[in-house]
């Protein structure tokens, strides 16, 4: 651990929620094996310093216009963040190089999707590492985007959305991890942008684990010839809580332990998929009449046209008699690790996929778009630990679904499968499991990158 003191790395998070988390964990991973960290943080979506007095803090001004700053198309926030970061962390980035009173540093660790960031390292002559907080299996995807366009499959046409895609099974055409945006030649850039400077990049970290994307992982190793290292659950290796944006409303706690042992459904889409009102209804009546508690994450916002709970009809929250309770932000750890949860309808980001397996809590998929249509497809029909919403979001389908997951046969079976594979998360943090053995192989890496 000595030898480690005196070094410093560069942490560089896409400002995003489902990203500054599993960026912060990693900062937490590496402070305990005895590195110094700072972390270059856009204003935009920024964190409080003082939540994490051993971290040093660097704000950049990436100025985004009000309008810009709140658009619902990600891919163009993803690429505007690219181009107006450049500058402003160039010069953050030069001046901590040229800082001796610091420790030196050791290289750079860049979310995956802020490529640009390449060049910046190379010009400084500083080693960059990168952090893909999706899974291996999406990425497996993103790297096959120019064979797959070449192959026809993109645009992606919805006469062909049920058909395989014979490269990459068990994909069908529709699990593919794109998503709208007014320029559809931005959603290429992006994906191979974060591909190629991944490879040419000093190694890549992700928050998974060998045994759940054995496959994965071994084709990217096949793929890649820079080195990987699968190093997760991140957010099981450190105790520490989440960094969140938004104020976690703890009354849900209390409203979970009045309930029976698995018998609540978690309903959450994460910090940016938004829904239609029809679909907020439709959700409603679906939890409703399914007669199961259920405790439900509605993010101010996250309903087009509404700010909350408008599109509820009158009297519908005095209807459910305690049987519902609804947030506006939960502690979703907490929640998932609570024995009255027994299903969690999900979007399926990575991180709430990732925290679901690790709390043996099966799924029930409803993807909205990007990598989270390949991870319910893993969930669904890879590790089969969840249902997969296919057939329309209708309140009669909604009630089937839940069924399945959590009352019929198929619902046991998904999870004594989830529960195994909740073990192999715990196994593989232990001494000598693969992400313990793989933290340990990454300090080698990035102290070797130095010399
Ligand atoms: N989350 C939370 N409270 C909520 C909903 C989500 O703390 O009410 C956290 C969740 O635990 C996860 C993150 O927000 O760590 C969402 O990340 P994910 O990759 O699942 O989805 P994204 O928000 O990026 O779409």
């Known amino acids: 651990m000595d030898q480690r003191k005196g070094r410093r790395l ?28 700072t972390i270059i943080h856009t204003y935009f979506n920024s964190r409080n310093p003082s939540n994490y007095p051993h971290f040093t803090f660097h704000f950049i001004q990436e100025s985004l216009s009000e309008s810009e700053a709140s658009t619902t198309d990600l891919l163009a926030l993803v690429a505007l963040l690219n181009t107006k970061c450049l500058g402003p962390f160039r010069d953050c980035l030069a001046r901590l190089l040229s800082d001796v009173v610091e420790e030196p540093i050791a290289c750079l660790i860049s979310d995956a999707i802020l490529p640009f960031t390449q060049a910046v ?6 080693p960059r590492m990168v952090l893909r907080t999706g899974g291996a299996s999406s990425f497996v995807v993103f790297a096959a985007f120019p064979l797959l366009r070449d192959r026809g499959y993109f645009p992606i046409q919805d006469s062909r ?3 395989s895609v014979t490269e990459l099974p068990p994909l069908k055409i529709k699990d593919l991890p794109v998503i709208k945006t007014r320029d559809p030649e931005a959603l290429y850039r992006v994906v191979n942008g974060m591909v190629d400077g991944a490879k040419v990049s000093s190694g890549i970290i992700w928050n998974t684990f060998e045994s759940l994307e054995e496959s994965a992982l071994a084709t990217l190793g096949q793929q890649f010839s820079v080195p990987i ?5 991140f957010h099981k290796c450190i105790p520490a809580s989440s960094p969140s944006l938004l104020t976690q409303d703890q009354s849900c706690i209390c409203w979970l332990d009045k309930q029976a042992p698995k018998s609540v459904i978690y309903v959450s889409f994460g910090s940016i998929a938004a829904i239609s009102g029809t679909d907020f209804l439709e959700i409603a009546w679906g939890l409703t009449n399914s007669k199961q508690p259920f405790l439900w994450v509605v993010r101010p916002g996250s309903t087009h046209g509404s700010e909350w709970l408008e599109p509820l009809p009158r009297g519908f929250l005095e209807m459910l008699d305690g049987r519902g309770h609804i947030v506006k932000w939960a502690p979703q750890q907490e929640v998932l690790a609570h024995p009255a949860v027994g299903a969690f309808w ?15 809590v099966p799924m029930i998929c409803m993807p909205c778009f990007t990598d989270q249509k390949v991870n319910a497809r893993y969930v669904s029909d ?13 309140r009669e389908e909604i009630e089937r679904i839940i069924r399945r997951a959590m009352a019929e046969k198929e619902g046991e079976e998904i999870r004594g499968r989830i529960l195994c594979l909740k073990e192999k998360a715990n196994h593989c943090l232990k001494q000598g ?10 300090v080698t890496h990035i102290l070797s990158l130095e010399a």
């Open 161 to 163: 959305l049920e058909e």
């Open 229 to 233: 290292f699968p190093i997760g659950p």
């Open 10 to 37: 560069v942490l560089f998070p896409l400002p995003l929620q489902g990203h500054i988390t599993p960026m912060l964990q990693l900062a937490n991973i590496l402070h305990s094996e005895g590195f110094s960290i």
């Open 433 to 442: 499991g693969s992400s313990y053995e793989g933290i340990h192989n990454l």
């Open 346 to 360: 999900t979007h399926n980001g990575w991180n709430s996929t990732l925290e679901s397996v690790c709390e043996g």
């Open 121 to 126: 390292a190379e010009d400084l002559k500083l």
């Open 382 to 394: 890879v590790w089969k630990v969840g249902v997969l919403l296919e057939n329309g979001l209708r």
